[in-house]
């Protein structure tokens, strides 16, 4: 782009002009040196040039100036040597870029410890082959293993007062004193621990049942043992039924127990066991 022109460039002739006064101004004096008598052996002393004047340089200049031309703008190289200065810093960037990632797998496989690889396992033993042999003998009676006693009912551990659902509209609960329940009618029983009928010293067992023709509720007390597991009725044909325990929380060292019978079992022995399975006391069918 080539800038505009001054409309009316200076005058060279008035800056002509003007010179002796700026020289008169700010030169000093021409008159010549007024030089002391030097010594017969000195040299003489050479005048010193006069300087021109501040205007004169600046007319010189502006003089130069206004007969440049400048030239076009180098728009097109500027952008071409911008372009290959981003492509350089481009290629630099990405080629940092691989050696970090490089540097950084290679950091991880040199810190990943290697495990050796298992021994190889040894070849299975191959089982002998089976020698078929004659089909052994029947077992007897007496070979086989004696038929184990039913599982102790769980004891519960009721508080004082606690009413128990027992089944076809029976309801139990034990205080401090004995036994208390109530049958489908309402009416309610008692039986006392604290009386002086019983003996809380020796293991032993009560009981009391009431029935019809289509079943019985049997229950009682079980008394003068710690160690109480399971209360069972011996029933006719050898059928035993497992009564359910009840006892107050502290092993005070007596419990009640209860349990129903069909219209087919016929009259029942209680029979008090241990935790152990020991027979400790049994009553005699009613």
């Known amino acids: ?6 409309t009316t460039p200076p005058d060279p002739d008035s800056a002509t002009d003007a010179a002796p006064d ?3 101004d700010s030169a000093p004096s021409s008159a010549p040196y007024s030089v002391p008598d030097a ?31 400048p030239g076009p703008m180098p728009l ?4 071409r040597a911008g372009r290959i200065r981003r492509r350089r810093r481009t ?62 009912s769980p004891k519960r551990v009721v508080a004082a007062g606690e009413r128990v659902d027992a089944g076809k509209g029976w309801r139990i609960w034990l205080t401090r004193d004995g036994k208390h329940w ?7 029983n008692f039986r006392s621990v604290v009386d002086g009928n019983i003996d809380l010293t020796a293991p032993d067992v009560s009981h009391q049942s009431e029935g019809n023709g289509e079943g019985a ?14 209360v069972e009725l011996k029933g006719a044909g050898d059928r035993v039924i497992v009564a359910t325990l009840l006892e107050l929380p502290g092993r005070p060292g007596w419990g009640v127990w209860y349990a129903h019978s069909g219209p ?23």
Request: aromatic share 6%; hydrophobic share 40%.
């Open 91 to 152: 290629t630099a960037l990405s080629a940092f870029s691989v050696l970090t990632v490089a540097s950084a797998v290679a950091a991880v496989v040199a810190l990943t410890p290697v495990r050796p690889s298992p021994p190889p396992l040894p070849p299975a033993a191959v089982p002998p082959t089976a020698v078929r042999t004659s089909a052994p003998a029947p077992r007897t009676g007496a070979d086989l293993p004696p038929v184990l006693p039913p599982a102790p």
């Open 76 to 79: 097109e190289a500027v952008r």
């Open 217 to 230: 509720f049997h229950s009682g007390l079980y008394y003068g043992t710690r160690t109480a597991g399971r």
């Open 182 to 188: 109530t049958g489908p009618e309402g009416y309610e």
């Open 22 to 24: 700026a020289v008169h």
């Open 39 to 69: 010594a017969p052996d000195s040299a003489p002393v050479p005048r010193p040039a006069p300087r021109p004047a501040e205007a004169d340089v600046r007319a010189a200049f502006a003089r130069a100036a206004f007969e440049v031309t």
């Open 1 to 6: 782009m080539t800038p505009a022109s001054p």
């Open 264 to 286: 087919t079992d016929g009259d029942v022995s209680p029979v008090l066991y241990d935790r152990a399975g020991k027979k400790l006391s049994s009553l005699p069918p009613s």
